[in-house]
């Protein structure tokens, strides 16, 4: 009796499989660091806000508004390396131990592939203490 044997040729099939696959793998790892960009950011925006709320508890005799933005601003620049953030400040009723500080900041957080206009968040974060002295 005489087997007939079939030889598939499976050259390329790798190259295909390949081809099919890495686009899907990219797009994901590209997704997952922009996110990842995403979570810093407003992570960093929140530790600015927190750092500066604290300044601004203990430091009443030599801060004011000017100084508080100061310390927002500097601290984004430090963390995510700009320093286009949006700082307000509001004191309730004066800036004075016992009285409260409320501190807020914006900022527009862009990915890096796509344009600007089509994707653009805002992130924000506000917070308020009670000035201490």
Do not use: C, H, K
């Not at 899907?24 to 929140?46: F, G, K, N």
């Not at 927190?50 to 100061?70: D, G, H, M």
């Amino acid at each position: 009796m005489r087997r007939s044997r079939r030889t598939l040729d499976r050259s390329g099939t790798a190259g295909i499989e390949f081809a099919a696959v890495v686009p899907l793998v990219l797009l994901l790892l590209w997704v997952v660091l922009e996110v990842y960009r995403l979570l810093a950011a407003q992570r960093a925006l929140e530790f600015a806000v927190t750092r500066a709320l604290r300044y601004a508890s203990v430091n009443s005799t030599v801060a004011s508004a000017t100084t508080i933005e100061a310390q927002v601003s500097d601290m984004v620049q430090s963390l995510l390396g700009t320093s286009t953030v949006s700082v307000t400040v509001s004191f309730t009723p004066a800036y004075a131990p016992g009285d409260t500080v409320s501190i807020g900041a914006t900022y527009n957080w862009t990915p890096l592939i796509l344009p600007a206009d089509f994707a653009s968040t805002q992130l924000s974060s506000a917070g308020t203490i009670t000035v201490q002295n």
